[in-house]
């Protein structure tokens, strides 16, 4: 069986079970060729620098594996580029048997293989039968861990982010002048050629000793309209969007999968990246950061400082990490996120009684008041224990005019307009409600 029959086998067959045994049965073959191959598709990090490639309608002699690997490679390395990188494509495209072409060498080419098979089913796979020669390297970047999940890591020496509501990008700067950009999960990002363009344009200024990765942010004034682009397959660019860096790593690092480079000194070699190049990189910033000692009352208080400015600017929330730490591709607890805690006072109006299971207990507390110079009306119905529902319920009438404090993640406009509201409101706690207790 020829591998581009392989592809079709795997493709007739949306059973995962079935899959996994074509692949075992072909591991077991040694076929080298074929998941080889697969490598050269699934690899998120090997990249051909072509954007459509056309579909054949006529057989012709046939081309070898070893042929159309020489193309890869050329392409891979940017050896051959624009109007004869087409015309090599179209050279092979025309010696090739048709459906070998359209079935096993183009979907190598599009680095989508269409039969449902990706690098995690192969991997398991060699994983679980021992080939570990036939494992296809995974795409990732670090991600953060939760604060509310590592509160004893909230000490010490921390450098302190706003956290962007955009599309994390990480862009690959290779020494031969090429560059590439991917979302988190490895995807190829195509849409964005104004930001690449600039990069591309400080290589040929500041010339690279090493290829290196660049981690950061793309926003945009309207989030949907750049997750449009990030999926649209046409050639419609967005130049709209910045690019906000935070981190900065050699490509070899990045491929090994971590940076022994402390997170202070990655700061350090962006800057001073990012100011030599600074006059071509109109779309591209550097993240701003704090240093803060959680451990003293005045790094305390700038982190409660900066956690509040991060609200009223509106961001998503604020990025921990410490200065120490390595990169490390996988999900990391030297970065912690945190979404904003919002914290306001306002006087209860109204105390509901629940359905369901809350039925004879507390619902709900409408309140209202002025905070922070902000005009409120809120329903809060959670953060109540069930204890609280029932004693809160008892004393309903003595809960009225008290003073209640509310927790939610942000800010937002009341459809009414005169109000603001509150995203996903919760009960912290009543002040006043003991008896003699002052509000």
Not at 218 to 229: A, G, H, R
Request: with cysteine.
């Amino acid at each position: 069986m020829q591998n581009f029959e392989i592809i079709k086998e795997l493709e007739s067959n949306n059973s995962r079970i079935f899959k996994e045994k074509v692949i075992l049965r072909e591991m077991n073959k040694g076929n080298d060729v074929f998941f080889e191959a697969l490598t050269f598709a699934c690899d998120k990090l090997v990249t051909f620098g072509v954007k459509q490639i056309i579909v054949s309608n006529s057989d012709g002699p046939g081309i070898s594996w070893e042929e159309f690997k020489l193309l890869l490679l050329k392409l891979n390395t940017r050896k051959s580029t624009g109007n004869s990188a087409r015309d090599q494509i179209k050279l092979l495209m025309k010696k090739s048997r048709m459906d070998e072409w359209n079935f096993f060498y183009r979907r190598i080419l599009i680095k989508d293989l269409r039969c449902g098979v990706s690098e995690k089913t192969i991997n398991n796979v060699a994983k679980k039968n021992k080939f570990e020669k036939y494992q296809i390297p995974v795409f990732q970047c670090q991600l953060a861990q939760d604060s509310e999940n590592h509160k004893k890591k909230l000490a010490g020496n921390k450098i302190l982010e706003v956290k962007l509501d955009g599309i994390r990008v990480i862009t690959i700067i290779h020494t031969n002048g090429s560059v590439d950009m991917f979302s988190r999960n490895g995807k190829e990002l195509l849409n964005f050629e104004n930001v690449k363009n600039q990069i591309v344009s400080s290589i040929k200024e500041n010339k690279l000793s090493e290829s290196i990765v660049l981690d950061g942010e793309l926003i945009s004034k309207n989030f949907q309209e750049l997750m449009k682009q990030v999926y649209r397959k046409d050639n419609i660019q967005n130049n709209d969007a910045n690019l906000f860096l935070f981190d900065y790593l050699s490509f070899v690092d990045f491929k090994k999968g971590e940076s022994q480079v402390s997170q202070i000194e990655r700061i350090e070699n962006l800057r001073k990246w990012y100011q030599e190049n600074i006059s071509l990189l109109n779309n591209i910033k550097v993240m701003n950061h704090e240093l803060v000692n959680l451990d003293t009352n005045d790094g305390k208080l700038k982190f409660k400082e900066f956690n509040n400015q991060a609200v009223i600017d509106g961001y998503e929330g604020i990025m921990i990490k410490d200065p120490l730490s390595k990169y490390e591709c996988k999900r990391s607890s030297s970065w912690l996120k945190s979404k904003p805690v919002i914290e306001v006072s306002l006087m209860v109006k109204k105390a509901e009684e629940g359905t369901g299971k809350n039925k004879g207990r507390l619902g709900a507390i409408q309140a209202e008041g002025n905070d922070n110079n902000k005009n409120f009306r809120i329903s809060v119905g959670s953060g109540f224990t069930d204890l609280q529902r029932a004693e809160f319920w008892k004393d309903r009438d003595s809960l009225i005019g008290k003073i209640i404090e509310i927790k939610a993640d942000a800010i937002t406009r009341s459809q009414e307009g005169e109000f603001w509201s509150l995203r996903f409101p919760r009960f912290k706690t009543f002040r006043g409600f003991k008896h003699d207790e002052k509000i």
